[in-house]
């Protein structure tokens, strides 16, 4: 529980002005995981220094036999040797005015006893001679802004507002299934010395990130991690995927990470009360990242639903009351406007079902009536729109994406998450996605689970309000 | 409670040599949905009768003032009168000798108490005339086999060995998000005559089936329901969805297809007896009914795991855990095996975490070898792969795809689910699937779920057999 006073350097890991490349190799190409040439590839502008005492030239750099041979400022160091010489190479980057080494290999506390040692003379290193170590058991960073990557592995660049802090390569590479892109990444690996607190408070003072995702394993200080995540969640979204929940998932995240893991029921109260969003499932993430990229927080828990079908409807009534939110209780004025459209016998209440009322007056009259109406009503908080994905033109008269599309932009503070079914799921989701104002999702389960996620940054951010007022005075 | 013996007539509701459309409508094209305009593009290849006093042709087709007009045979019709007029209408078809009718118009038991009203009275006509009656409120059946449909709504045909059972059209519409394709379905609405316990006996016999699923809503006649379920689900997958499980949903359910909902925990332990693989939730339906065409059971509860990533592995662990499968004990025999090709200092164990090996050995060396000896593991039941979706050129050497899809073929007697991640995700799992014996999955808990149903079924199977046995004494 050491406090740590020491600046964390990571601007100059995310963008630094020059690299030097401990153990750089020669081979090149497919299969070759060079880093050199994957920081070509990324765009990197500043200088690389390339050292390995057996080579005169690697990528068309000339290369160094020894960091100290650098006549030039090097900002951070990528150690890629085998383990036992790592400590060695890290103690002369710091002889060397290095701030920052990125220690990429494995088979150090993920490992085994000798790995351990090695670790902790790691971690004693950063103490005595301040450089400051990403890793061991890392890909490093990833800044598509300034065009720096230290990933062994070939990334793509792009320029998302979405920071990833994890302890596994896997959220960088495989980015587009879990928070869907990547503009920024700290990968802690087993975190000998910068944490993710550190990683927590770069981001979160960061303009070029909205929406902050964490993956953890295991914390070596949760408190300092709860405080800077507390901070950060003040500012922007922050998710949370916390991994190894069960016993056994713990188990093995001690010898992946070298981490312990702790018990999952502390970690979920811990994060609700320091305004994580906690994800259950990477689908989450997912699902989260996008809608707090483009929705409001929801200002309380109360649902306005509006749907072609009564059967999903109903399945999304289920998914409403597992994640804790309300069936609106809609106003007169609501209920009126879509009475007046339906046939007398239809009952009409929320969900509105505006099948019968459809087919009698036309789709887009009634659902722009009816979602207007749900979303002007006072009585609700957020709106799941539920409409029909056509791939045959035969079906297209029915396609609401303009409608809906069009309607929630202009009422931005609510929002709108759709459910679109059919053989056209992604196409039409897609396209009522281009406007910014809604979200879509592909089942009404996770539509109602990313309705109470915004929910709950919504409530985070009022008591957040109200707790900092006394503060104030 | 009462038993049903007359014969369900299911066979000319989805297979009929001719059809008489009841208030069969003039309106033609986009948003009319008129339903002979529908079964003739769907490539109906039967007789057509339109029955409307005010029409002299309806779509190219002579039309009759009233049925007992029809001077030839007429096996089923489709009623789509204004609700009143309904009971004659289906008393007109019985005296006319037809066997079913289908009856299409929402505003029965699912409006008000005077549709309630109606909806007795056609479960009168039925019991008294002998008609069989599908619905009220119903899009009817669905046979891409055949060619018939008589749906409203313009479906795609697709003969696809999917039998789906539904109290609501969105199954229908909507198969593509649910069970990713519909060969046969059979929407029973608000059930008045026909009900889940008929359909489910009529896909169990039928060939073209191969996988069943059911949505519930609410059931009449459990007991019956669960009878037909168990006898099906001896020949082939039963999948059921029950919506309306919380109290919430279960009022709503009320008001849209009539149906009394009843406890979700006494449907989930009558639906495991009787060998139902229960979905929690729309996504499962998809996944389970793909893993179900494609895969064998599962004989037990012991999973492999062979990964890229050991983050990845720690979540499939949690994930199993959760679903209650088990992380195999490999035999020394794999553990050898893998340790071979892997540093000195890696622990090798169940998840195998081939990384250190694959940059050393190469991956398809490594992932063969590993997947191999998994495979062929007597302490192994089921198999889940993770592996990489690369886009981009750099990342194609660690495409896996081809491995895993010839070794999975080479040990067919074993499910492998695999999860792919990064850019590509969507098309290197439908070039994994194209081999026939794996199944890709979007997310780790949802391969662990997925594997979860093939081990119940499994369970059911081997159970069924033990339970049969001494009857055959």
Partial sequence: MEKTDRPSHLDAFMAPRSVAVIGASRKRGQGSFNVIENMQAFGYGGKIYPVNPLADDICGISS???????????????????RDRVPDAVRDC???GIKGAIVVPQGFADADGAGKVLQEELKRISRETGIRILGPNTLGVLDA????????????????????????????????VFTG????????????DLDFADALAYFSADDDIRVIFVHVEGLKDGRRFLEAAKEAAKKKPVIALKAARTARGAEAAASHSGAMAGQWEVYEAAFRQSGIVSAQDPEEVLDYTKAFLRLPPMTGK?????????????????SLAMVGLEVASLSAATIDAVKALSPPWMPIQNPLDIWPALMKKGMKTVYRVALEHVLRDPAVDGVIC?????????????????????????????????WLYGPNQRGISEKIEKGGHVVAMPSLPRAARTLAALSRRGQFLRNDEKADMPSLA
Same sequence: chains 1, 2.
Avoid: W
């Fill in 64 to 82: 160094y036999g020894h960091v100290k041979d650098i006549k030039a400022p090097v900002d951070i160091a990528i150690v890629a040797t085998p």
């Fill in 94 to 96: 710091a002889a060397h």
């Fill in 145 to 176: 802004f300034s065009g720096f990557s230290s990933s062994f592995m070939p990334l793509k660049r792009e320029k998302a507002p979405v920071g990833v802090i994890c302890q596994s390569g896997v959220f960088f590479v495989g980015s587009a």
């Fill in 181 to 192: 892109a990547l503009g920024k990444g700290i990968d802690i690996g087993n975190g000998c």
């Fill in 302 to 318: 109360r649902v306005g639903l509006v749907t072609f079908t009564g059967a999903g409807g109903i399945i999304l009534i289920d």
């Fill in 386 to 418: 539920i409409a029909i994905a056509p791939e045959i033109p035969e079906q297209a008269q029915l396609d609401a994406t303009d409608v809906i599309r069009d309607t929630a932009a202009a009422f931005k503070e609510k929002p709108v998450v759709a």
